[in-house]
């Protein structure tokens, strides 16, 4: 089998197809988190701690000198970065519990119950017999 041959099978597989879906939504979702946490998570943390930029957090390491710009240590931007994982994946989280529990609640639904089999020629014949023997007898 060729490279090109089995690349072909491998790329039009659903599974890559639905991996690539994945990581474009993601990448989207991604860029929502971003902003929820710059925009909206960030601004009242940093006014609680006194600064309302919290991304403009930085400890100095070395000071600018001449052409030579400063060196900063960026600890809000790491923090803002940390809450975004977070929130992100609290979000899987979710997702997956939530389709976790989908899941068993569909293999713990009971199945529809199996109609029984219908009776063999030798039990039909059997049971006309008995039905015969029991009409002679007078049904005792």
């Given at each position: 089998?060729?490279f090109?041959?089995e690349f072909k099978e ?11 879906v ?11 988190v ?18 309302a ?8 390491l ?5 052409e030579?710009?400063?060196?900063l ?7 803002q970065?940390?809450?975004?994982f977070t929130?992100?994946?609290l979000a899987?989280?979710?997702a997956?519990?939530?389709i976790n529990s989908?899941k068993?609640?569909?293999e713990?639904?009971?199945a ?11 039990e ?7 039905d015969?023997?029991?009409a ?5």
């Open positions: 089998m060729s090109i041959k491998f790329a039009v597989r659903g599974n890559v197809i639905d991996m690539a994945g990581i474009i939504i993601g990448a989207a979702f991604g860029k929502i971003s902003s929820f946490v710059a925009d909206v998570v960030m601004p009242p943390i940093g006014l609680l701690l006194g600064n930029d919290f991304s403009e957090l930085a400890v100095v070395q000071p600018a000198v001449g030579t710009p400063e060196v240590l960026r600890y809000g931007t790491f923090i970065t940390v809450v975004d929130i992100v994946a899987v989280f979710v997956i519990k939530a989908l068993r609640k569909e713990a639904a009971p529809e119950p199996e109609a029984p089999p219908a009776p063999t020629k030798e039909v014949l059997l049971t006309e017999i008995r015969l023997l029991k002679r007898s007078g049904g005792v």
